[in-house]
């Protein structure tokens, strides 16, 4: 280590003897990169390379290599929509260590977003969206730089909301807002991972240029919502997040995704769970 900031990290990592790796606290890591003029998050991808794990992400070791940490915090998300699953995605992907994430939504909290969706709270009603969720990720994740995109994005601004973006989250209900955004996306070559619940079933699926799958459900851009029939319930939103922020987990670590093509169907009123192949 020959940086001053490196030379620093050595003086204060610790050790866990139980995963035999280097460890740096937060509030040390905090202290070094305020002294050096560094982000937080360039601190602890700096501490990442030379075998230093911030402790807010130990307990990712042994699923997630420190090199595979490292990648995710090198990676880049735009998050599109910060409802229901978009608030539970935001949660998993900050605390998992995703480095950048962009979330975009020009909605506010009203009280019936408060039966399943992670942001809302009795006193963030009426407040955007985008905004609450990252002030939310500032104090539960600060290694994730998470910014808040609080407009409604459409044919005119995805181009410049997906620059630099290595893969994008469509967490929107609606249909329409969904094939505008699937075609700016794989338009300019970046994947897609969407879902959808609708009562007790959720569907989640991923695309790439070459692979189209889940957009094929949404051809009909004047056709009603389910959730408005079905309702929307908070068990089968937070698992269809879940696994949207498995499968672009995914990509960012492996550049790989296990349902290109293919639409995963669960249903929790009978614990039944399918793949579909869509091409």
């Known amino acids: 280590m020959s940086s001053p900031f490196m030379r620093q990290l050595e003086r204060v990592c610790g050790r866990d003897e139980g995963r035999r790796v280097r460890t740096v606290s937060l509030a040390d890591l905090n202290g070094l990169c305020e002294r050096e003029g560094l982000p937080l998050r360039e601190g602890a991808r700096q501490a990442l390379a030379q075998g230093v794990t911030p402790l807010p992400l130990l307990k990712c070791l042994h699923g997630v290599s420190q090199e ?92 410049r909301a997906l620059e630099g973006v290595q893969v994008v989250v469509d967490a929107l209900g609606g249909i329409a807002p969904r094939m505008d955004l699937h ?66 987990s995914r990509y960012l670590l492996h550049g790989e995704l296990a349902l290109a093509g293919r639409m995963l169907h669960a249903d929790m009123s009978s614990f039944s769970f399918e793949i579909y192949d869509l091409e």
Do not use: C
Request: no cysteine.
């Open 183 to 248: 075609d700016a996306a794989l338009g300019m070559g970046i994947p897609v991972v969407a879902g959808a619940v609708a009562g007790w079933t959720a569907v989640v699926g991923s695309e790439t240029a070459g692979r189209r799958g889940i957009s094929r459900m949404w051809g009909d851009a004047s056709a009603a919502d389910a959730e408005h029939t079905l309702g929307s319930l908070a068990p089968a939103v937070s698992l269809a997040a879940a696994l949207m922020a498995a499968e672009t």
């Open 68 to 159: 595979g940490q490292a990648r995710l915090m090198d990676g880049s998300v735009l998050l599109v929509g910060a409802g229901g699953l978009g608030g539970y995605v935001l949660e998993l992907l900050a605390r998992f260590g995703v480095g950048r994430i962009d979330v975009a939504d020009g909605d506010v909290f009203e009280e019936t977003n408060l039966n399943r969706q992670l942001l809302s709270s009795v006193p963030d009603l009426g407040r955007n969206k985008a905004r609450v969720g990252a002030e939310r990720a500032a104090r539960i994740a600060p290694l994730s730089e998470v910014r808040a995109l609080e407009a409604f994005l459409d044919r005119a601004n995805l181009p």
